[in-house]
């Protein structure tokens, strides 16, 4: 092998790296003895134990590349050597080969696996180091479906370091969503991305819990990817606009809506007073922990304190026993159509006890909107419906866009209670809303369980 003619005290060179390079026609002389064009002229001691009587000029031009002391007389020097290595054959002109792409990909992974290793171990500093060596080498190699899972713990590791913008960017690159995969595949991906952010920013715990989860206004660790991803139109209208299962782009997207514009408004503003003396007279037992019915919107484990609920309609599925405690309430309810028909919506009193709050998130689709009327609102209660934060006032009905993120916060020392209802979206036509719900009916349960 060529490795073998080398030798161990020989090893090929390429004749431009060395001290002694000959004058550019000389190269262009051994190119053409070579006949190889673009090239670079390696120098191999090849056939020297064939012909050895090349062997001193091969030791001359060791002995004079490890002497700067002579190295005025390079040039000359340099020519007659490669003059006699030319004539004993010992110059081969040979592509110099870089890596190849398997070896490659290889290191790359390499690199992946040790940046995993240095963020287990809290070494955020060397895992960005890691990683921008393998984008380096997966961008050169156009390995470039080595780079979303790169991207991806590099996110992590810029999050550790607090570089926020980086960490947008590579979260960006982890999915293109400039490609022309369709809008709601990339809708959903960039949610599922921005939900590994926050989890990333809430583990490595370099900020608060409140600032990974955009406490407060509702811009998350997330929030510029979700902006990025809206000026693409590879997301919704509204980088608060994050329903977990379904998106109808064509409905008009607003976080607040007017309650004077839905007929029910008045209905259940005429009852509240007596809707919510059936709330105080509940027995014992009746208000139940809320998130943990099968089905329910809303994990329990985004309650810090306490957050239960009587609930009377269920998708569309009456809860008799709790109807029968609440004759008034159960009547207003019936002549709300869309509370009873609902597919993937609710009708129940809501209560959150005092000094709690609902941690920002969203809702399935936005299908629905969400109506609240106040029963029990004492001072230092609050919800935040995509950028605008509002209050409630007793006897008043609040109606929302629950698709966009929202939080609910009660720093009073009282619990408050509302009666939350779902109702449709007013621009969805009657037969829109059958084949909804005959959509819906041939779905799991699970679409909604995420």
Known sequence: SNEDRRGAHHPAVPC???PFAPPPVAVEAIRRRCSVTGASIVCSPSFLFSRFFCEPALELRTTLENMPSIRTLSRPLAVLLFAVLLVCGVCEGKPRKGPS???TKQRIEQLHSQMSQALVASQ???AVSLGEEALSLAESASLHQLTPRIHKLLMVAYIGLERFDDAVLSATASVDVSTDIGKEEARRKILELGKEMVASCIEVGSSSRETCEGRGDGNNIAFPLYEAAARLGRFAASPYQRPFAL????LLAQPWWDPSMFEFTELLESNADAIRQEFLNLPLGAVRAAGTRQGNDHDSALVDGSWSEVVFYHRGKQVAANLALCPVTASVLERIPAAQSLVFGQAHFSVMGAHSSLRPHSGATNYRL????ALVVPRGNSIRVGGERREW????VLVFDDSFDHEVTNESEEERVVLLVNV???QLPTEAIQ???AQYNQMTEQTFNE
Request: charged letters at 15%.
């Open 16 to 18: 431009t790296d060395s």
């Open 101 to 103: 792409s398997t070896s």
């Open 124 to 126: 955020t500093e060397v």
């Open 247 to 250: 998106l109808e782009p064509a």
């Open 370 to 373: 969400t109506a609240h009327l």
């Open 393 to 396: 006032q007793q006897g008043k």
């Open 424 to 426: 449709w979206h007013p």
């Open 435 to 437: 084949a909804i719900a």
